[in-house]
């Protein structure tokens, strides 16, 4: 046995004088079996990073090539479960070892003895491409499982078994590849996860991602197929916006990657989406659900590579027609990870310690994003949500920076507006996306005329506001004329009443599209209304006192999303108190 | 008797380096005797071929290439660990030092601990009352919550963290045993003694254990303690049933002994020459905070940490925030002013605080009063600034109500005695008085309903003559 350990340094071992290895080749290390990759390869030395703690390890042990990339298991039963970063089921591990994870545990990802009531889709003779659905079976109440063959198969089917119950590894097509070789088709195929799942074609983005949030939707929407990062330092709520958006989004299958954060939000999560009900469906949120869970504590090295089992297992379920979202939680501590395993291997580093190749890694991230045409002719699509946590709160550091250069939305959250509990803590001023040209087709067909006219108004006055509190802060707001103290008022109702949202509240965690239209429009009549009697003279402090400004921030509790009737007496109230005011 | 081996190859600040070391295992523990017969203890941190890096846990001072035997002992650093460690003292490294001889262990476990799986664990709601407004209306503490007190030197985070021991409630009514493991990293000697004194006072010493390492012992030590405190808080939580609350202090400390063991492995620096690791090594103390499925204890944890020259983006306070469930944020002004506890409330935040309160847990309209404190304490602030370039007179009627507003809040509900104890209702119908100040219009936090029926501008009356001298004066 030539293959030992040479040397150890934390999360990277070393094999001398070996060729038997090839680039990120997943490797057994050690007596105990732990899972490693290989990262580094020379006529001298190969490096590994083991995803597992190394205590106890010592040089001269084994290390066993596998052959085969790192892989992610693609089957039913990925739905409703939780992983760590290399796709091994975190619910298993549990019954099996107790509270705490053991090293070298070798349980397969999917439940094989799990039986799936599966229907045959093709026939003796047909002709299958790769990417092509041979078997369907429901993996929860919300969601058919397509089983696809590989992109790297091709070939006749030979043989199909009946419909009825199958396990995952239970063979149900065999199929002929043009070499005369036979291939038995599972329910279930591997995929290396640091590639990408090849498509047919992209397709232009023209359909957003509704996430039921007012500042995301209205303001800075989000397409499905579309990159967006949400940077914030602690405590200004990343989680609890990715938390929300998991669960209101429209699309079909959420993955959601807890990358070096916290043990208890991802048993937060576990709890509150199995009590969720999803409100298109009315079946549980964590039937469209899977997660990823390598919290701050477990090894570093499996932190690294949780964002691309992350993403293979979305681009498996857009192959299948889905819409898929990811939420990445977060993004810097994946390049953290990064940047540790870097520092062990004594690459040069780049700006502040991080490696060079950094912003290269983050692009093949966030390009794997996308609305596409798949092999098999469905259409689907990636939406990458990264959170990003700058040191310091300083959005100028190396991840930031160069998220910013790859993704096309960027929600900068706020520390002065969560310290006032403002949530979510999206600066209207620095925020940005670029979707809004792509999407402006479906908010004219689908939400209304005036909606993209009513959004640049509301966005309009937002920044007059700003422009004038920058006066008020230095001379009060008393000298203002009444029609820009008008102004802040109106302002104040956008941003109490419409940009901040309580994901506590039944009726304002989720508003529709018509309801923040209609929200949108009363706030912009009320704001008409007034500037015509302020232009007649009448003073701003009796406008103020006719409660309508009170009111307007209040409806996002009075009006619930099934009963946007309820405007229309908004709009009475309004012509009714101001009339009241001419006569005096 | 297993093999030693003779004299050291090379020395260099709290590492050594041996050639020809057969059968080591990373991470073990060695044993390293001097020509005098001094022990030392070291760990295993690198290894290249039979090449080993040790680190000597008590610092390198009188070691030569030839005057020391080391022994590999053959498995991780691991704590004796009984229930007998209640009441005692430990060095930083997990030995005894207040002379009462040496624990016999039940069991010895390892004192890094395996990272507890997200499925096994509950997730915490119990709050915990500590009896001190600001933190139960605002940044409710729960029972397996990681809330670390951000402060400065020369402040009184010491005094609130005994208060918290003191007054927490942290046990269930059916009698559950509570204990305390304090684990003092890198402080001076009276502050180590001021914790024995109030432990003492408050008659829970017997239910606490102590690990010590002081700013002159050595910083390697330092690396190990919160491992060794954690090691046993999780022993007492998870196999005894006990309500574990962990007192870190100073993490910043440890964050320097730290960098300090980094630079001399000559490792590649991160940001002010932290080591690019600190992160995952903060989580893998702060981690350990929480409730296993099934268990009847828990760790609750509150790390201490002096934010230096009280910039809380220095990359420790930083770390730790993005780690831990909220935070506590002293501020230096409110000290100043003679209000204690000085909690700068905007910055401080809990955040298991929003599954915790409310009806069945603490009151139902909790959530609401604490956001609209929240929101209307921001407003004092902008306020107050306005107020700074224009002067108080200038300002409008609103402002000035907001301002005063302020100063209430400030000095009756962030300010209680250091032996005050308040229950929830009192310190939620102290919320209710001082929102009262406020015009009613301004409260836009808050349900109609609940405004209803809390809201009263008769509540706000004792307040009253301290207002009408203030705008008089």
């Known amino acids: 046995m030539n ?156 043989a199909v078994k009946p419909d009825g119950k199958y396990k995952v590894n239970d063979t149900v097509v065999t199929i002929q590849k043009e070499n005369g070789e036979t291939t038995e088709l599972t329910l279930c195929q591997k995929w290396p996860i640091r590639r990408a799942r090849p498509f047919q074609t992209r397709k232009p983005i023209d359909m957003p991602l509704i996430t039921g949030q007012r500042v995301i939707d209205t303001l800075f929407p989000i397409a499905k197929g579309g990159t967006a990062a949400i940077p914030g ?128 890694r983050l692009s093949e991230f966030y390009e794997r994003a996308g609305y596409t045409v798949n092999l098999n002719g469905s259409e689907g699509s990636v939406t990458i949500i990264g959170a990003v946590s700058p040191q310091g709160s300083d959005f100028s550091e190396p ?113 529709t599209m018509e309801k923040q239209l209609k929200m949108m429009q009363i706030i912009l009549y009320l704001y008409e209304q007034a500037q015509k009697y302020i232009a007649k003279r009448v003073p701003i402090s009796q406008i103020m006192e006719t409660g309508l400004f009170d009111k307007l921030i209040k409806m996002k509790y009075d009006v619930p999303n099934q009963n946007l009737a309820l405007f229309d007496d908004y709009y009475k109230a309004v012509d009714e108190a101001l009339a009241r005011l001419n006569q005096a | 008797m297993s093999v030693q081996f003779v004299g050291l190859n090379e020395i260099n600040g709290p590492l050594v380096v041996l050639d020809h070391v057969k059968n080591a295992s990373f991470d073990e523990v060695c044993e390293l005797t001097l020509s005098d017969g001094t022990r030392r203890t070291g760990r295993i941190v690198e290894m290249e071929g039979e090449r080993v890096v040790v680190q000597v846990f008590e610092g390198t001072n ?224 702060y981690e350990r905070a929480g409730i296993i499925e099934g268990a009847k204890g828990s760790v609750t944890q509150i790390p201490i940490l002096t934010m230096p020259n009280d910039d809380i983006t220095h990359p420790v306070p930083d770390l730790t925030g993005y780690i831990t469930e909220g935070q506590i944020v002293l501020d230096r002004t409110l000290d100043q002013t003679g209000v204690y506890p000085p909690i700068s409330i905007l910055p401080s935040l809990s955040r298991l605080m929003k599954d915790g309160i409310g009806e069945g847990f603490t009151r139902a309209d909790h959530s609401a009063v604490s956001n609209q404190l929240f929101a209307a304490y921001a407003k004092v602030n902008d306020a107050r600034s306005l107020a700074s370039v224009i002067g108080e007179e200038e300002l409008s009627p609103t402002d000035k109500q907001f301002l005063n507003f302020g100063r209430m809040f400030e000095e009756h509900f962030l300010n209680q005695g250091f032996d005050e104890n308040r229950t929830i209702e009192q310190t939620l119908d102290l919320g209710w008085d001082l929102l009262s100040l406020l015009p009613k219009d301004a409260l836009d936090r808050v349900d109609s309903s609940l405004l209803e029926r809390y809201y009263d501008p008769k509540r706000a009356d004792r307040f009253k003559d301290y207002v009408k001298e203030h705008l008089n004066a």
């Open chain 2, 62 to 285: 009188g070691l030569s290439l030839k005057n020391t035997r080391t022994r590999f002992t053959g498995h991780p650093m691991e704590m004796p660990l009984s229930t007998e460690v209640l009441g005692r003292i430990f060095s930083g490294a997990g030995k005894p030092i207040d002379g009462l001889g040496d624990i016999y262990p039940e069991k010895y476990a390892d004192i890094n601990g395996k990272p507890l799986n997200p499925v096994s664990r509950t997730y915490p709601q119990n709050y915990i009352r500590t009896g001190i407004s600001s933190i139960d209306a605002l940044m409710t503490l729960i029972r397996g919550q990681k809330l670390p007190i951000f402060s400065g030197s020369g402040m009184n985070h010491n005094k609130l963290a005994v208060q918290i021991v003191r007054q927490a409630k942290i046990a269930d009514e059916d009698g559950q045993k509570f204990g305390v493991v304090f684990a003092a990293m890198g402080v001076k000697n009276d502050v180590a003694d001021y914790f024995r004194r109030s432990f003492e006072e408050s008659g829970v010493l017997q239910n606490v254990v102590m690990f010590l390492n002081l700013s002159n012992d050595p910083i390697i030590e330092r690396i190990l303690t919160p491992r060794c405190a954690l090691t046993t808080a999780e022993y007492l939580a998870y196999e005894h049933d006990m309500h574990i609350l962990v007192i870190l202090t100073d993490m910043t400390s440890y964050a320097e002994a730290l960098r300090e063991f980094s630079s001399s492995k000559g490792e590649i620096p991160g940001r002010k020459g932290y080591p690019g690791y600190l992160y995952s090594d903060l989580a893998s103390i």
């Open chain 1, 399 to 511: 991840v930031t920076q160069n998220t910013k250069r790859f993704v096309r939305c960027f929600w900068a959250l706020d520390k002065s507006l969560a310290y006032a509990r403002h949530y979510p803590a999206i600066n209207w001023m620095t925020s940005y996306s670029e979707y809004l040209d792509d999407l402006s087709g479906y908010y004219e067909r689908n939400v209304g005329k005036d909606f993209l006219s009513c959004r640049q108004k509301i966005s309009n006055l937002l920044n007059q506001e700003a422009q004038l509190m920058e006066i008020v802060k230095l001379i009060g707001s008393d000298v203002l004329p009444d029609d820009q103290k008008l102004i802040i008022e109106i302002a104040n109702v956008i941003r109490v009443g419409f940009l901040q949202q309580n994901a506590f509240h039944q009726d304002d965690t989720f508003v």
């Open chain 1, 233 to 360: 330092g602690f405590g200004t709520g990343k989680t609890m916006t990715q938390h929300q958006l998991a669960k209101w989004c429209d699309a079909d299958i959420i993955v959601y990657i807890g990358c070096g954060e916290r043990g208890n939000e991802m048993t937060q999560v576990l709890e509150e989406f199995s009590q969720l009900i999803d409100p298109k469906s009315q079946k549980a949120l964590t039937d469209r659900t899977t997660l990823i869970a390598n919290t701050s504590n477990m090894p570093v090295a499996a932190r690294e590579a949780s964002i691309y089992t992350g993403i293979t297992l979305a681009e498996y379920y857009r192959d299948m027609g889905y819409h898929v979202a990811i939420m990445a939680d977060s993004t810097s501590r994946w390049a953290e990870a990064l940047r540790e395993i870097s520092g062990r291997l004594e690459e040069m580093p780049a700006e502040e310690g991080f490696p060079a190749y950094l912003p290269s």
């Open chain 1, 3 to 158: 293959n030992v350990i040479f040397s150890i340094n934390g999360p990277v071992v070393t094999v001398r004088n070996s060729k038997d290895f090839s680039m990120l080749e997943m490797v057994y290390v050690g007596n105990k079996r732990l899972i490693g990759e290989v990262i580094g390869v020379n006529d001298q030395a190969t490096t590994i990073q083991v995803y597992e703690s190394t205590t106890g390890l010592c040089p001269g042990e084994p290390v066993e090539p596998t052959g085969a990339p790192m892989s992610a298991t693609l089957g039913p039963g990925i739905l409703s479960n939780i992983f760590d970063g290399i796709e091994r089921p975190l619910k298993k591990i549990a019954e099996e070892s107790g509270a705490f994870i053991p090293e070298g545990s070798n349980i397969p990802s999917l439940d094989f003895n799990r039986e799936y009531d599966v229907t045959v889709t093709v026939r003796p003779g047909d002709h299958l491409k790769g990417g092509d659905i041979y078997a369907t079976c429901p993996e929860t109440a919300l969601i058919l499982h397509k089983c696809m063959l590989s992109p790297f198969l091709e070939g006749d089917v030979v």
